[in-house]
């Protein structure tokens, strides 16, 4: 999965689509969730939350993981 997520954000190609995020992944009882940063990641799971609560999530998460 690394060289498509880089492929696709290559940050000196100016048809990227910008660096990776985060990935949602919907489920028909809930999402999961996966940040990275580096070498580490978190997946998040949860039955319900707002659209917008997602990149609230990654970002508090990804400040955890690179602050570790």
Same mark, same amino acid.
């Given at each position: 999965?690394?060289?498509?997520?880089?492929?696709?954000?290559?940050?000196?190609?100016?048809?990227?689509? /910008?660096?990776?995020?985060? $990935?949602?992944?919907?489920?028909? *009882?809930? !999402?999961?969730?996966?940040?990275? @940063?580096?070498?580490? /990641?978190?997946?998040?799971? $949860?039955?319900?939350?707002?659209? *917008?609560? !997602?990149?609230?999530?990654?970002? @508090?998460?990804?400040?955890?993981?690179?602050?570790?």
């Amino acid at each position: 999965e690394a060289p498509v997520r880089t492929a696709l954000s290559a940050p000196a190609d100016p048809e990227s689509i /910008g660096a990776y995020d985060f $990935t949602v992944r919907v489920h028909g *009882e809930g !999402f999961v969730v996966r940040v990275l @940063a580096g070498d580490d /990641g978190v997946l998040l799971t $949860t039955d319900e939350m707002d659209i *917008e609560a !997602f990149e609230d999530a990654a970002v @508090a998460i990804r400040r955890f993981l690179t602050e570790s």
